[in-house]
Structures are given as C-alpha cells and as structure tokens.
Antibody, heavy 119, light 107 residues
Framework: QVQLMQSGAEVKEPGASVKVSCKASGYNFTDSYINWVRQAPGQGLEWMGIINPSGGTTTYAQNFHGRVTVTRDTSTSTVYMELTSLRSDDTAVYYC????????????WGQGTMVTVSS | EIALTQSPVTLSLSQGERATLSCRASQSVGNELAWYQQKPGQAPRLLIYDASNRAPGIPARFSGSGSGTDFTLTISSLEPEDFAVYYCQHHTNWLYSFGQGTKLEIK
C-alpha cells in the first residue's frame, strides 16, 4: 500500500537547522508531488512547500523567508525538508503528504515528525 | 494568496444529528477545494476533493458542495468517530492554503 514514512523526533537549539526525511513506498515515486505541512501545538495546518520528485522543481510558502529547502533522492524514493535558523515558534509536528497526479489534494500523509526547538 | 475562512470555529452537536461546516474563499477557486478530518495525535485524512468528490473509503454520510467562494461539508448523521477537527484546503499555482479549522465536538 502507499506509505510515507518519516524520520524520528528531533530536539534542536534556537539557531540550528533540522532535516526531516520522508520515504515513499507503494507507488511510482516520480508520479506524485510531495508537500510539507506543519502544525504547532494546538494550532491549525500550515503549508510549507512542495516538490515535484520527477524534476526536483520546488515552491515554498512566503512565510518562511527562504528558511525552508525541500530536496529529493530518487534512488531511495525519499524527500527531505530542511528548516534553518530555528526559533521556538518552529516547534511543531511536520508532515509530508502526497498530492497524486489525478487530483489537487493530499491523499496520503506521513505519520508526522515532532521538532522541538528549545535551549 | 487566497484566504480560506471556516465557520463556525466550534460546532457542538449530538450523535445522529446533521453537521454543516462552511468554508469561504477570499476569491473564486472554482471547484478546487478539499476537506480533511483530523483527530488528536493523528495526521489529517482526506475526505473530499474537487469540492464534492469523496476520497476512497470515505463513508457516504460525508458530502461536499459548493463552487466559487462558498463551500459546505455536510455529515448527514453524526457517528461517534466523526467528532474531530475539519479543515478546508485550496491550492493554485503550486501554492496551498488551509482554513483555520472547525472543531466538531459532542454536545
């Protein structure tokens, strides 16, 4: 079955960077886009960015002011999200989610990765 | 960027009642709107895409309607497992946006 498996929880100090991975399985990796969405404790969903695994093209939400980078490794069907210059308000659960080629919505989600930013 | 506003913020209903959740877009989005359900500690689950199409495996009591700027998610008869937070979502030109969510709670 289609699955997105994310890396484990992280604890980082303010100013550091974090890199979260999302390994896809059960479908052709290059046929679907991968999005990153985060959710701060008790808050709603915030879209961060998207990558086309086929060509590596990306688009990011303006809110992150260049702090987020999404990359992919087609040899391992893995997408990475790196967030730099971490602040305490970056503490959140980070999700990857698939956008299939046949409709504009996110049909499969990873289990989420908790990133805690604290000194 | 298109803003999505959901109402009400909280909806208190009893099992078996009908739930009507609203999502309004700041400009027309055609029918490019999706709905998600999220339970505590879980990832969101896709319910509806393209405004009115149920995702695979979603029960028939969930339905979506609307176009342009006004959309509705209806749950015809609430089951215990339906009490959760619901989000609407739109994207255009590779930019996604989510509504702030409606919490559906047991009355």
């Amino acid at each position: 079955q289609v699955q997105l498996m994310q890396s484990g929880a992280e604890v980082k100090e303010p100013g550091a960077s974090v890199k979260v991975s999302c390994k896809a399985s059960g479908y052709n990796f290059t046929d679907s886009y991968i999005n990153w969405v985060r959710q701060a404790p008790g808050q709603g969903l915030e879209w961060m960015g998207i990558i086309n695994p086929s060509g590596g093209t990306t688009t990011y939400a303006q809110n992150f002011h260049g702090r987020v980078t999404v990359t992919r490794d087609t040899s391992t069907s893995t997408v990475y999200m790196e967030l730099t210059s971490l602040r305490s308000d970056d503490t959140a659960v980070y999700y990857c989610a698939r956008e299939p080629e046949y409709y504009d919505a996110l049909d499969v989600w990873g289990q989420g990765t908790m990133v805690t930013v604290s000194s | 960027e298109i803003a999505l506003t959901q109402s009400p913020v909280t909806l208190s209903l009893s099992q078996g009642e009908r739930a009507t959740l609203s999502c309004r877009a700041s400009q027309s989005v055609g029918n490019e709107l999706a709905w998600y359900q999220q339970k505590p500690g879980q990832a969101p689950r896709l319910l509806i895409y393209d405004a009115s199409n149920r995702a695979p495996g979603i029960p028939a009591r969930f339905s979506g309607s609307g176009s342009g700027t006004d959309f509705t998610l209806t749950i015809s008869s609430l089951e215990p497992e339906d009490f959760a937070v619901y989000y609407c979502q739109h994207h255009t030109n590779w930019l996604y946006s989510f509504g702030q969510g409606t919490k559906l709670e047991i009355k």
